[in-house]
């Protein structure tokens, strides 16, 4: 994938034909023109264990806020869009209107497969975070990279989390890999988040694009990335499963 209020419209999740043919149009645009970090060892995965150029951090003066952190790939850090246009920021803002308070922490890179986010989760952690959102995998289905390998990935790091902010609630916030790699790999790429959230205890919401992939008025030119528009949705998407995660970490 590529680099780094008003009253929301809540669309309807498209047909599952139709999503799978769009993240079908979505391989066929990274692999006709290179789109940055979809293409194999692009170099924003190189400096992973960088510090992330889109690391971006709201935060909140009440000591009551949940932290919250974001692990995620461009999806997650907004690529080609202000920081504030985010998802995890758009999150925020739905948070606030629900009398939910939360502090963000948007640790998306550009172009990382979940081996990228097993390399750099420690460094990301140090934020001690309350609640952690995983979004990865969309760049190991554009690659068709093992599924295998990306369950194990997955799996470290929970693992890690669990490791070194044992405390925290877990949001695994699946992907879709491309449809024209085979049903029998689709279906094990979505089985292996929900395999490793039922191993790890972590809760699981839905996918992330759902209403977003292959709406060209949601997304920005390069048809992969969510324009503002779809990042509200996006956001929408994501809050619907983290509301109640972040209710459990205030309990804790």
């Known amino acids: 994938m590529g680099e780094n209020s008003k009253k929301l419209k809540v669309h309807k999740p498209k047909q599952r034909s139709r999503l799978r043919s769009a993240i079908a149009g979505i391989f066929t645009i990274c692999a006709i023109f290179g789109i940055s970090g979809c293409s194999r060892g692009s170099s924003a995965e190189q400096n992973d264990l960088k510090q992330p150029e889109s690391v971006s951090q709201l935060e909140d003066s009440k000591e009551s806020s949940q932290k919250v952190l974001f692990i995620g790939t461009s999806l997650t850090a ?92 877990v949001l695994i916030m699946p992907m879709e890999a491309p449809p024209n790699l085979g049903s029998r790999y689709v279906g094990e790429f979505r089985s292996a988040y929900s395999n490793v959230a039922k191993r790890s205890g972590a809760d699981l919401g839905g996918f992330l694009l759902d209403g977003v992939a292959g709406v060209a008025s949601l997304n920005q030119g390069d048809g992969i990335h969510p324009n503002g528009a779809g990042a509200l949705i996006v956001a929408q998407n994501v809050w619907k499963a983290l509301h109640p995660v972040v209710l459990k970490a205030s309990n804790r």
């Open 78 to 169: 907004g690529y080609g869009l202000d920081p504030l246009d985010a998802y995890p920021a758009k999150v925020k803002e739905l948070a606030m209107a629900d009398g939910v308070d939360i502090e963000v922490i948007n640790a998306g890179v550009s172009g990382e497969t979940s081996a990228g986010a097993v390399r750099r989760v420690g460094w990301a952690l140090n934020s001690k975070p309350d609640v952690v959102v995983v979004e990865t995998g969309a760049n190991d289905g554009l690659r068709g990279l093992p599924v295998s390998e990306l369950e194990t990935n997955l799996s470290d790091i929970l693992d890690s989390i669990r490791t070194i902010a044992p405390n925290a609630q």
